[in-house]
């Protein structure tokens, strides 16, 4: 697990791992909290726009609390064990392409060989342009980071006041009260 044991200081607030933990923290209390997630299922997003937003497929269904309750587990999961399963799914994708591909490769071969010699004339001024274009892209690597930073912090803000949200509507439903059983 993820969790670090480091207190928060005003100056470490937009720290990214404080984002980190503090979503960690808020969807394990959402996961300790919600005893049957069963009950999240065919109850509808409509009173949060927000959650109900980031649910939409594209064919603008919207999902339920339960799969934003998995959404949510799962986001959690990738960030404490990584993406692994993203990666793995995309190394089978990247398999059945590899059949596509050695088929067109054989049928480009011939096509090929006719154009290779007159394409190695225009060799070096394309590579004077793609040096310039690195040396370009290297000095934008740093708004780039900030760029992304700033991005994932926000999102796990957000996702973090969504497992609060999530939390808390679960107990309206089975009526339970934040200060404990009854209310």
Do not use: C
């Not at 503090?22 to 726009?49: C, K, W």
């Not at 269904?61 to 990738?78: A, T």
């Not at 793995?88 to 096509?111: D, H, K, L, Q």
């Not at 969504?162 to 089975?174: K, P």
């Amino acid at each position: 697990m993820l969790q670090l044991s480091l207190s928060e200081t005003p100056t470490q607030k937009n720290s990214l791992f404080n984002a980190m933990n503090r979503f960690i923290g808020a969807v394990n209390n959402m996961d300790q909290t919600v005893m049957v997630p069963s009950l999240l299922r065919d109850v509808p997003l409509d009173e949060d726009r927000e959650m109900s937003a980031a649910l939409k497929t594209d064919m603008d269904e919207e999902g339920d609390m339960y799969s934003y309750y998995q959404l949510l587990k799962s986001i959690r999961r990738d960030i404490e064990w990584g993406v692994r399963r993203a990666a793995e799914e995309e190394e089978r994708r990247m398999e059945g392409m590899e059949i596509t591909r050695a088929i067109t490769r054989v049928n480009s071969t011939t096509s090929l060989a006719s154009t290779s010699s007159s394409s190695s004339t225009s060799s070096s001024s394309f590579t004077s342009s793609s040096s310039e274009e690195e040396d370009e892209e290297e000095e934008d690597l740093q708004k780039q980071f900030q760029f992304h930073l700033t991005g994932l912090h926000g999102i796990l803000s957000k996702l973090t006041v969504q497992a609060n949200s999530l939390t808390d509507r679960y107990q309206q439903e089975v009526g339970v009260g934040v200060g404990g059983w009854g209310h």
